[in-house]
């Protein structure tokens, strides 16, 4: 058996940035509680690593990741002497927090979707901020498929979002795959590349991000996913206007990024007063 530590690696192929890789090729990097439990411990410690300001998600082999494993789903902790529905409900939270946890990570999170994103994988995708595809990838709300509901893991709430509505029912309640020439069509991903250069294209969007503002690039991440859920523009504009507030005063970002224009060099943000 493998250890947990290998099933999922951490790295950072460049400054500022962390790779995150799904390690269960073999199983086409399956949600299984061996590989979401360290997902979930590996996003926790880079939240709070000040260092990193960008995180890329991909899987390791021929898949992003294919959902639930039906041959070899893992151990769930902390479940011992509980019946079966509270087993049930423990098994779900530890996948629902790994979502949560990636829409919460303070760093922007790019999805770098290098093949079959399948069911739970698809959530995994969509909970990212960025999803870059490779041409090999596709993607498949599965559960319709299992004679059960394609809703999980908050696939109804994202995809939608994501894509519109018309266009998610379709998608969720016949089960049909989703190429990587049609996902970038209908926006499911913003843009598909070769194979060979989907990790460098993830990198480049990476360092273009990283080299903004920390709090600049935070606050713009929180307004987004906060602007889904809005109750009105008004409201939310009242939120944008005290996040562009909040750093116009605190900081010297903007008289940096003018002096930097004049100078035609690139901006260094302080993300404080000096």
Known sequence: MRSRDDLVLVDHPRPHIALVTLNRPER???????????????????????????VVLTGAGRGFSSGADHKSAGTVPHVDGLTRPSYGLRSMEVLDDVILTLRKLHQPVIAAVNGAAIG?????????????ASTEAYFRA????????????????????????????????????????????????????????????C?????RIAGF?????????R????????????????????GQLYIRLLTHNFEEAVAARKEKRAPRFPDDKI
């Open 223 to 242: 307004t987004l996913w906060s602007g889904l859920d809005a109750g009105s523009l008004e409201s939310h504009m009242h939120a944008e206007g005290l």
């Open 203 to 207: 990198y480049e969007l990476a360092d």
């Open 120 to 132: 739970g994988g698809l959530c995994l995708a969509l909970a990212a901020d960025i999803r870059i």
């Open 28 to 54: 086409m990097n399956s949600m299984a509680f061996d590989v979401m439990v360290p997902l979930k411990a590996a996003l926790d410690e880079i939240t709070y690593d000040n260092d990193v300001r960008v």
């Open 142 to 201: 599965a559960g319709i498929n299992n004679g059960l509901t394609a809703s999980e893991l908050g696939l109804s709430y994202l995809l939608p979002r994501a894509i519109g509505s018309s266009r998610a029912f379709e998608i969720m309640l016949t089960g049909r795959d989703v190429d990587a020439e049609e996902a970038e069509r209908i926006g499911l991903v913003s843009r598909r590349v070769p194979p060979a250069e989907l990790l460098d294209t």
């Open 213 to 221: 503002s920390r709090p600049g690039t935070e606050l713009t991440k």
